[in-house]
């Protein structure tokens, strides 16, 4: 059988000419961070822009996490820090408008 679904459905974002469109927005958002930290979208800002491009949804103590956060497991392991995933869709599109701000990088969010 033939499936036309998925034509109706917008989700994801792409960045940097790059598609992010799993099922998850979260885990769209995600593999964006590993991305931009594995130097797939170009050289790494310095710390200082790291911190401000992603606020409060990358951490990399896990102490300094809200403490809401650690009890509820609202986050995701990247290596040696700690990915926020209690985000809604327009959190995350608004974390995703500041990166690509930072990194002077084009974004289309659907």
Known sequence: MKTYKNLFIEKGFTFNEKQYYSNSHIMNYYSLVQDILDGVHGALPKP???????????????????????????????????????????????????????????????
């Open 48 to 110: 200082s822009i790291l911190t401000k491009m992603f606020m409060s949804t990358v951490y990399t103590e896990y102490e300094k996490m809200p403490t809401s956060v650690k009890e509820r497991n609202l986050y995701k392991k990247l290596g040696d820090i700690y990915v926020l995933t209690n985000k809604d869709i327009d959190g995350i599109n608004s974390s995703v408008k500041r990166i690509s701000k930072y990194m002077g990088k084009n974004t289309n969010l659907v």
